[in-house]
């Protein structure tokens, strides 16, 4: 039996918008401890997934809010990720995340649950195309569907256009090819360095949530921290050029966090080897170092498969 297929089927319930607490609620909950300390209940599961991943509502002193839960015993294991667990890296990414202060992925945790311990994560509702975004979006903006027209498109031609980065080029049939390109946006680049911060194996279009008032969140960080160099992203658009001032401050922030005692390097290893933590602390060296965007290796797939 498959690790998905030791969760039982539930059909999936659509999911709604966060309700406001009720009236039962005594104090402000931050959804970290609400993940962390609310009840979980499964209301489907989410079929397209690989790994076993369960729609769920967690309720916690009167609050209450959508989430995913995917419990360790559905992962599928990965000959190269040996050690630790899908949900512990996700965990990580959301810690690497927060110590930014890009805060791109959603709350995170790490808990026991219906089906045994596992990642929870806060369900991130996308903002319908064309809602529009605040200050946050450069260059277009930047809202829509995951993967959408206003983030990620295919074009006729070999330039981007204004507000475009180009990828690369993809066949879409009958030995026809385009350009891939995606959003010349700041949200879209800061991703792009925590991707390469945390070695992130798998950024496809399907993992962006454009969200409400400018927001975007990245999901699905099962294949990151690997301490050789797995990088595979649809965001490539900036590879080589040179990192903005505030990214490069950002960076050095985070190297002191990483240090030996440092708060963010302690709880990396609750999460993550100590070979990995090793190792990202190199990468973030190196941008330091360098002060550009990663450039494919050539010796990895630049791109995921499929790239949504």
């Not at 509702?125 to 809202?143: I, M, P, Q, R, T």
């Not at 498109?153 to 980065?165: I, M, N, R, S, T």
């Not at 494919?296 to 797939?301: E, I, K, L, M």
Request: hydrophobic share 40%.
């Amino acid at each position: 039996m498959s690790a998905p297929e030791r969760i039982p089927p539930r059909s999936l319930t659509p999911p709604t918008r966060l309700p406001p607490p009720s009236k039962e609620a005594s104090r402000l909950v931050s959804p970290a401890e609400l993940l962390a300390l609310g009840e979980l209940t499964v209301r489907g599961r989410v079929r397209e997934a690989s790994n076993a991943v369960l729609y769920c509502t967690v309720e916690y002193e009167g609050h209450s809010a959508p989430c995913v839960y995917k419990p360790v015993a559905g992962e599928r294991p990965l000959w190269d990720f040996p050690d630790g667990t899908l949900a512990q890296r996700e965990v990580a990414a959301y810690e690497v995340s927060e110590a930014t202060g890009w805060g791109l992925v959603p709350p995170t945790v790490l808990r026991d649950g219906p089906y045994g311990q596992g990642m929870c994560q806060l369900w991130i509702e996308v903002e319908a195309a064309g809602g529009g975004a605040d200050g946050d979006g450069a260059d277009g903006d930047g809202s829509g569907q995951a993967g959408g027209p206003d983030l990620l498109a295919l074009v006729e031609g070999d330039e981007p256009g204004p507000g475009w980065k180009a990828v690369g080029y993809a066949e879409v049939g009958e030995g026809r090819t385009a350009l891939l390109v995606h959003a010349d946006d700041v949200r879209l680049r800061r991703l792009a360095v925590l991707d390469a911060v945390i070695n992130n194996g798998d950024r496809k279009g399907g993992h962006l949530l454009p969200a409400a008032g400018g927001r975007l969140y990245a999901i699905d960080h099962g294949v990151t921290f690997n301490a050789d160099d797995k990088l595979r992203t649809l965001l490539w658009g900036w590879a080589g050029e040179p990192l903005p001032k505030d990214v490069l401050e950002v960076l050095a922030r985070l190297a002191d966090q990483l240090a030996d005692g440092g708060p963010l390097c302690a709880r990396l290893a609750e999460l993550i080897t100590e070979a990995e933590i090793e190792a990202l602390r190199a990468r973030v060296a190196t941008l330091l170092r360098t002060g550009k965007h990663p450039e494919p290796s050539g010796q990895w797939p630049a791109i995921p498969w499929p790239p949504v």
